[in-house]
Nanobody
Framework: QVQLVESGGGLVQAGSSLRLSCVAS????????VDWFRQAPGLEREFVAH????????SYADSVKGRFTISRDNAKNMVYLLMNSLKPEDTAVYYC????????????WGQGTQVTVSS
């Protein structure tokens, strides 16, 4: 069993940066691809960023491309999301989720961390 815990959220002004962390416990995260999602009030959860098992493959939603960077440190069982040039529309609860690279179904989800960007 893997438990994912996000941290690093907070209240910031537009244009600021935050780095979210997702730490795994219970099992190594190195065999899982990890994605970040976010959900704003009244909206559906949306994909934000993806990183492959080894960290060499990444992808981003168009809305965050060029501003957000996903990375991982498998030795520490950590995945990060560096968010630069934050906008009010980035306000949401951010979740990390892990899945085996060969599957589309997510095996584990974190509880989320709130990011609020004021204008």
């Amino acid at each position: 069993q893997v438990q994912l815990v996000e941290s690093g959220g907070g209240l910031v002004q537009a244009g600021s940066s935050l780095r979210l962390s997702c730490v795994a416990s219970g099992r190594t995260l190195s065999t899982y691809a990890v994605d970040w999602f976010r959900q704003a009030p009244g909206l559906e959860r949306e994909f934000v960023a993806h990183i492959g098992q080894g960290g060499g493959v990444t992808s981003y939603a168009d809305s965050v491309k060029g501003r957000f960077t996903i990375s991982r440190d498998n030795a520490k069982n950590m995945v990060y999301l560096l968010m630069n040039s934050l906008k009010p529309e980035d306000t949401a609860v951010y979740y990390c989720a892990a899945r085996k690279a060969s599957t589309a179904q997510y095996a584990y989800w974190g509880q989320g961390t709130q990011v609020t960007v004021s204008s």
